[in-house]
């Protein structure tokens, strides 16, 4: 069952005049729970502290925002918590003078079940003609102004395709519509620089991280497709979804591979010893 808190009250409404609503004037995160706790949850917190200094919103108490999650995951049990805090409301035009006062909002949902079969096969991804913009003023930001991924879902949803890799406006690969991609060829991981567009996820902190630590050499620039194209093994990540195999891209097939492998059995230990 899905639950919302808006400002730790009960609620399914904000005010027609929230900035969040009016102007996607905001961020968010999205958190799985298992077993009542929040993964990652400190990076979650972090981020979201970031997005609030980059965007020069007013301060969140943290402390009542950490107690209110850590007792709805309790409740949860497993599932998601999708965290929104907006500049709150404010007058006609885009002023943010005398926005003090966020908007949080806390809302519950299940996580699919198609995530573990996606773990489990892999999927198939098409390519988007949906360019995204070039902004590195807000590049890695998990920003509430989410339009290029409404388009670019859209025609996934056209197409009938279970996601697609997403270009940017000078065609360099930079994520897929709901993921971070990576990519091995030899023994070299390759995955797209955010520095100017896309989402920096969590889970594609966590697998560099690991990676590194492994010794594993890792590229991150900017890639056109063919890039992609002769790849040994293709993966994607959120913090939803962990690590999931790609299988195809359009007519290109690819095999699960031993990188990804170890990925997902680092996550599945993690998980396992809590």
């Avoid at 573990?116 to 998990?142: C, E, F, H, Y």
């Avoid at 990804?260 to 998980?271: E, G, I």
Wanted: include cysteine.
């Amino acid at each position: 069952m899905n639950n919302t808190w808006v400002n730790g009250v009960a609620s399914n409404q904000v005010s027609i005049t929230d900035r969040g609503f009016s102007y996607g004037d905001g961020l968010f995160t999205t958190i799985k729970v298992t077993d009542s706790r929040c993964e990652l949850l400190t990076e979650h917190l972090v981020r979201l502290q970031q997005g609030i200094t980059a965007l020069a919103i007013a301060q969140v108490d943290f402390k009542v925002l950490l107690d209110e999650i850590s007792a709805i995951a309790k409740s949860l049990g497993s599932g998601v918590i999708k965290i929104v805090i907006t500049r709150g409301e404010g007058k006609r035009g885009y002023s943010s003078i005398g926005c003090d006062s966020p908007t949080v909002v806390v809302s519950t949902s299940l996580l699919p079940e198609i995530y573990q079969a996606w773990q489990r096969d892999g999927i198939a991804l098409g390519v988007s003609t949906i360019a995204l913009g070039i902004n590195p003023l807000t590049a890695g930001l998990k920003h509430l102004n989410r339009i290029e991924q409404v388009l670019v879902k859209q025609q996934i949803d056209e197409n009938q395709w279970t996601d697609a890799v997403v270009l940017d406006c000078q065609a360099c690969i930079i994520e897929t519509s709901m993921a971070n991609l990576f990519w091995r060829s030899g023994d070299i991981v390759y995955t797209p620089n955010l520095d100017f567009s896309g989402v920096k996820g969590l889970m594609r902190q966590q697998v560099m991280a690991h990676l590194n630590a492994d010794g594993v050499e890792i590229v991150e620039d900017r890639f056109k497709l063919s890039s992609i194209t002769d790849a040994e093994e293709i993966f994607m990540t959120n913090c939803l979804i962990g690590v999931v195999p790609v299988v195809a891209i359009e007519s290109k097939h690819y095999e699960i591979g031993r990188i990804t492998q170890q990925l997902q059995a680092m996550l599945n230990s993690k998980d396992t010893n809590g």
